[in-house]
């Protein structure tokens, strides 16, 4: 589903990936794992097209469609979604008018009807009920006065109401306590599918005792040294990335 | 070029209403000879600094404007009470509808029982010469009158310029006078409709006795090549409040001023605003707020956002007397630009002459924030579309402090179309 060839991405004239590449195939879910530093939110945001970002060579593939040739907007129209590290707060704008507005979008670039205003409140409301959102939260400006857990919660819910094919997640389980990560566990879960695939960034490989991943990555020096099985996230847990990476 | 201002002011005084009242055609000759011995303010005064009035003097806007027979439907916000329009500077009974007691155009005001407004006309002689020359030849206006306790409800006021004639000249002057515990709405929206340049120049002089109460919203939608002027004069005694939101969308240049004198305690005032340029606008808020006696409130929370080579200004002065302790006054000002070309300038300033207050402003200037650009762009969102979101955010709580829903809705919808218009 997503094949990245040979990345290159430099950061303010500063290479941070130097070569990366990545197959997955739909179906799956691959987990990347790094020291701090590595790179790994680098990756999330070259694959959205964030600008700042660029790509110095390769190429980044969405069932074969080149990404590289489209807007962050028309990515996600696409099916890639990112789920942040560090989720924004937008004061002013409620998490209702952000997602309607998000998914309209989205329907438009597709040529389809906006969605009724009754449908999309009943989708909003059950995702955020299966996220243990509370439903007064949805009426409030996008992440102001959210926790961490919170935030990366209600990325979840963002996650589930727009339904994307490839979901890219950095660090989505940092700062959730423990029921919160089995719940946004069930969710990231919940969204597998044969026509799916996930890209879970973490730094721990706690995550991934809830989210069991077919392939695991080590993202060191910007590019990937070494894969292997969920057996790998839990040598990297006990032994450490230096002695991994090296 | 000041001559042929006083020229026009002599062809039309006496045609003005009242004008048989010795006391009223002095009250404009007076304006007429202060208007004459300064001319157009510059750039020079302060209270002029950021306005654009060069229009004005290039070549005089005097035409007499001859309104087309049918001016089309008015947009009128749907929501009950007394609905008085007014073209091209004369009040038009065939558009008005549910006219008030409390409620009718100078002219009627005048014929009725002049006296009744003869103190506020007579007291409104200081101002800039635009006051003056509005003093000398305003052809018509509101007058709303409350005896005391009384609830006059909603107001509706519409001045529209037609635009048919080039350079001419719309002088509208409003008295109002809420006595004590008496209440108001009242509903105002400038527009023009034809190609022609035009000048709306209004002057209101409005007298709020012991605990009256007047809510006051304002939209300038003035074609994009006129000139808007406008000059709000208020009274505030004791207990009274004066509630007043202003969004300015319109017209090639405005300026508004708008002064408030605290004349009482437990007073309150409330001013806010929206402007919102384009092209090459220029919008001006200028607002002097005095406190005189103390224990009362104040705010003032203006918005500003700019696109292209316009640019907006705000100016605010606070002003407390000695005495006024326990004066609480806030001013907040915030400006948005979303073009490198675009300029907005804020000038609050603070003149303190009591030991016991609360007073601040704030004051920033910037751009759109980029994260939530991509924030928004990562979940589908085009950049045209971000940018609406967060641009009505950064007005929606000024705009939401409006509690009238239909205004409230009026004015969400025309920054939406603001918005739309750019993409
Ligand atoms: N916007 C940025 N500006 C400057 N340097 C950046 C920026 N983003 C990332 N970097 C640098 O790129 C490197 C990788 O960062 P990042 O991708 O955030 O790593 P990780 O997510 O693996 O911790 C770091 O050295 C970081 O300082
Ligand atoms: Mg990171």
């Given amino acids: 589903m997503l094949k990245i060839t040979d990345l290159h991405v430099s950061v303010e004239d500063k290479e941070i990936l130097k070569g990366l590449s990545l197959d997955i195939p739909a179906g799956q879910v691959h987990a990347i794992m790094g020291p701090n530093g590595a790179g790994k939110s680098t990756l999330g945001y070259a694959l959205s097209g964030r600008d700042g970002y660029e790509i110095t060579a390769g190429s980044i593939e969405l069932d074969g469609q080149d990404l590289l040739e489209l807007e962050p907007h028309e990515r996600a129209a696409e099916g890639l979604f990112l789920g942040l590290q560090y989720p924004v707060e937008i004061p002013g704008v409620s998490n209702m008018n952000f997602l309607r507005t998000a998914m309209n979008s989205i329907r438009k670039y597709k040529g389809e009807e906006d969605i009724s205003a009754g449908d999309f409140l009943k989708l909003i409301r059950a995702k955020a009920k299966d996220l243990g959102m509370d439903a007064e939260m949805l009426k409030r400006s996008v992440n102001v006065g959210f926790s961490g857990g919170e935030k990366k919660r209600n990325e979840m819910v963002q996650m589930a109401v727009l339904d994307p094919r490839m979901m890219v997640l950095d660090e989505t389980d940092s700062g959730l306590d423990i029921d919160a990560l089995k719940v946004v566990s069930d969710g990231i879960n919940a969204m597998r599918g044969a026509d799916k695939a996930t890209l879970l960034i973490t730094h721990y490989q706690r995550l991934l005792d809830y989210v069991k991943p077919d392939v695991v990555h080590v993202l060191a020096g910007g590019t990937i040294v070494k894969s292997g099985g969920p057996e790998l996230a839990l040598a990297l847990e006990k032994d450490g990335y230096a002695a991994i990476a090296a | ?423």
């Avoid at chain 2, 029982?113 to 006309?121: F, G, S, V």
């Avoid at chain 2, 529209?160 to 004590?180: D, F, M, R, Y």
């Avoid at chain 2, 002065?317 to 300029?343: C, F, G, H, I, M």
């Fill in chain 2, 1 to 423: 070029m000041t001559q042929a201002y006083l020229d026009s002011i002599k062809a039309v005084q006496p045609s003005l209403p009242g004008n048989q009242f010795p006391w009223l055609a002095n009250v404009r000759q007076a304006a007429a000879a202060r208007f004459a011995a300064t001319g157009f303010p510059g750039r020079k005064d302060e209270a002029f600094k950021y306005a654009d009035l060069k229009a004005l003097e290039k070549t005089p806007f005097v035409a007499k404007p001859v309104a087309p027979a049918s001016v089309g439907d008015l947009p009128w916000i749907d929501i009950p009470g007394a609905r008085l329009a007014f073209v091209d500077g004369q009040f038009r009974a065939d558009l008005s509808s549910d006219l008030s007691d409390y409620a009718k155009p100078l002219s009627a005001a005048l014929a009725d029982d002049e006296q009744a407004i003869k103190a506020q006309l007579d007291a409104s002689s200081d101002g800039s010469a635009l006051a003056q020359l509005n003093l000398a030849m305003a052809s018509d206006g509101l007058v709303l009158r409350v005896p005391e306790n009384a609830d006059a409800g909603t107001i509706q006021v519409l001045f529209l310029s037609s635009g048919a004639t080039a350079k001419a000249a719309a002088h509208i002057s409003s008295v109002i006078h809420l006595e004590s515990g008496a209440k108001a709405t009242l509903i105002e929206r400038s527009l023009g409709v034809g190609s022609e340049d035009y000048w709306a120049n209004a002057v209101s002089t409005i007298r709020l006795e012991r605990g009256a109460a007047l809510t006051h919203n304002c939209w300038q939608s003035d074609s994009n090549v006129a000139m808007a002027t406008g000059l709000t004069r208020v009274s505030v005694d004791g207990e009274a409040q004066y509630n007043r939101f202003t969004l300015s969308t319109g017209a090639a240049s405005a300026r508004s001023e708008i002064r408030v004198h605290v004349e009482g305690s437990d007073a309150d005032v409330q001013l806010s605003g929206v402007q919102l340029g384009r092209a090459r606008q220029v919008l001006d808020t200028v607002t002097y707020l005095r406190h005189d006696i103390g224990h009362s409130t104040s705010n003032q929370t203006y918005r500003s956002v700019v696109d292209d080579n316009a640019r907006t200004a705000f100016s605010g002065k606070v002003y407390v007397e000695r005495d006024a302790q326990k004066t609480d006054a806030q001013q907040s000002s915030r400006n948005l630009l979303l073009a490198r070309t675009a300029e907005a300038d804020t000038k609050p300033e603070l003149e303190i002459y009591a030991d016991d207050v609360q007073c601040a402003h704030g004051a920033t200037v910037g751009e759109l924030d980029k994260k939530a650009l991509f924030y928004l762009a990562s979940r589908g969102v085009s950049p045209e579309e971000a940018r609406a979101i967060l641009v009505q955010a950064f007005v929606a709580d000024v705009i939401e402090g409006i509690d009238i829903e239909p205004v409230r809705d009026a004015y969400l919808k025309a920054t939406q179309n603001w918005l739309m218009a750019q993409l």
